[in-house]
């Protein structure tokens, strides 16, 4: 049997989420053909028990070490979700099946690194089969970029001209992390002591444009240091997810043809407040950050935080906190002659788990439902650059997301 869609990764703690939007949002047996898959048939059984999907939604067995099942299992879909990360350790073989069987496919990636080393080798694979390859489609990055997105249609609209410089300036950010998401950033940092190619890709802004298009542009904002915000009249500091989605946005950017410039310049922040009290939490951010970058880069660090501190894969929040979670980040623009344009995006729900299950969930039924392939042929893409303002609208309507102008 075919599938229109399939969540790889159910019996986890994000891909139950996914499972469980999926059965409320859109049931089982309806419009929507969609089943569950992992390794083990009896976990993906109690999941289905536990978000009550009834006994006729499909269970399908794949481990992600084994190619040839994973080239069975996404032949038989349009599109594939997985949730299975660190996707530097667990996610290639899966997505390769995906370019070479011609199956569209979206993640929750977050790994500048390995995105960086697979978009060259999928891209050519992916174009042949026409197979839309979409990395970051989870809170990281989707709301960052389809806010530039958002931005820059909007300034195209009113001035015939794109903002030359944006801000994304994080004002709330009220949910706990994700022990994938940890597991990822940890698995990213024993990358680059392996090898030191990793650690330049992570520090500079166009890894993802460098390798496919072929594109690096100007020198960015530094996002490092404590500094005062003129545009949001507040202190600011470093924000953590701005490694990832600073890639993202102008990995967009060139994939659309530079329609914001090829001299297009953006940073994020996290707000911190006004006043003396402001700048202290500035300070002290970037302080943090400082420190947690030279901690994580020693093995025996790492060790300590897995064993002792830090969240599992599998672990998370309990529902009432993803219920009472919620984000909001205006981004400020101006154009090369100086005149402004401000967005704010909001979005309900803990952002890495009840708010991101929605994003990826939709992301994906945007490919099968909205976005044909000659709009978007097969490729490795961003979450704007493959659905744009399609997927803005169907986040507003079906995912707790608001995009709006401030004018």
């Known amino acids: 049997?075919?599938?229109?869609?399939?969540?790889?990764?159910?019996?986890?703690?994000?891909?139950?989420?996914?499972?469980?939007?999926?059965?409320?949002?859109?049931?089982?047996?309806?419009?929507?053909?969609?089943?569950?898959?992992?390794?083990?048939?009896?976990?993906?059984?109690?999941?289905?028990?536990?978000?009550?999907?009834?006994?006729?939604?499909?269970?399908?067995?794949?481990?992600?070490?084994?190619?040839?099942?994973?080239?069975?299992?996404?032949?038989?879909?349009?599109?594939?979700?997985?949730?299975?990360?660190?996707?530097?350790?667990?996610?290639?073989?899966?997505?390769?099946?995906?370019?070479?069987?011609?199956?569209?496919?979206?993640?929750?990636?977050?790994?500048?690194?390995?995105?960086?080393?697979?978009?060259?080798?999928?891209?050519?694979?992916a174009e042949r089969s026409g197979a839309r390859i979409t990395f970051s489609c989870g809170f990281d990055s989707i709301p960052f970029d389809l806010g530039v997105l958002f931005l820059q249609d909007e300034a195209l609209r009113r001035y015939g001209e794109p903002l030359t410089r944006v801000g994304g300036r994080v004002l709330v950010l009220k949910g706990g992390a994700s022990g994938g998401t940890i597991a990822s950033a940890l698995a990213s940092y024993e990358a680059m002591g392996r090898d030191p190619e990793q650690a330049r890709l992570m520090a500079d802004p166009f890894a993802l444009t460098a390798v496919t298009p072929g594109f690096r542009g100007p020198a960015q904002p530094d996002g490092e240091q404590a500094a005062f915000d003129e545009q949001a009249q507040a202190w600011s500091g470093p924000f953590v997810m701005a490694v990832i989605n600073t890639k993202n946005v102008h990995r967009t950017n060139a994939l659309r043809g530079h329609p914001w410039g090829r001299d297009f310049r953006y940073d994020e922040r996290l707000l911190t407040g006004k006043g003396r009290q402001g700048e202290r939490r500035a300070r002290l951010l970037a302080r943090s950050a400082w420190l947690q970058e030279r901690l994580l880069g020693f093995a025996p660090t790492r060790a300590l935080l897995r064993r002792f501190v830090l969240p599992k894969p599998g672990e998370g929040p309990s529902p009432e906190q993803q219920r009472k979670g919620r984000y909001e980040i205006v981004f400020?623009?101006?154009?090369?002659?100086?005149?402004?344009?401000?967005?704010?995006?909001?979005?309900?729900?803990?952002?890495?788990?009840?708010?991101?299950?929605?994003?990826?969930?939709?992301?994906?039924?945007?490919?099968?439902?909205?976005?044909?392939?000659?709009?978007?042929?097969?490729?490795?893409?961003?979450?704007?650059?493959?659905?744009?303002?399609?997927?803005?609208?169907?986040?507003?309507?079906?995912?707790?997301?608001?995009?709006?102008?401030?004018?």
Request: aromatic share 6%; with cysteine; hydrophobic share 40%.
């Open 332 to 407: 400020h623009g101006e154009t090369a002659d100086g005149r402004r344009l401000a967005a704010r995006v909001k979005g309900q729900g803990d952002p890495g788990y009840g708010s991101t299950c929605k994003l990826i969930s939709e992301a994906a039924l945007c490919l099968l439902q909205d976005i044909t392939r000659g709009m978007t042929p097969g490729g490795v893409w961003t979450p704007g650059a493959a659905m744009g303002m399609a997927l803005v609208r169907r986040l507003q309507e079906r995912a707790e997301l608001s995009f709006a102008i401030e004018d």
């Open 1 to 125: 049997m075919h599938y229109d869609l399939i969540v790889f990764g159910a019996s986890g703690f994000t891909g139950r989420l996914v499972a469980d939007y999926l059965n409320r949002r859109y049931g089982v047996g309806g419009e929507l053909s969609w089943a569950m898959a992992g390794r083990s048939a009896a976990k993906l059984a109690e999941v289905r028990a536990q978000i009550g999907a009834p006994a006729t939604l499909p269970l399908l067995v794949a481990d992600a070490t084994d190619p040839q099942a994973l080239k069975q299992l996404v032949a038989r879909a349009r599109v594939v979700i997985t949730t299975v990360g660190p996707y530097q350790r667990h996610g290639e073989a899966l997505v390769r099946a995906c370019a070479e069987v011609g199956t569209d496919y979206v993640d929750l990636c977050g790994e500048p690194g390995w995105m960086a080393t697979m978009i060259p080798q999928l891209q050519g694979p």
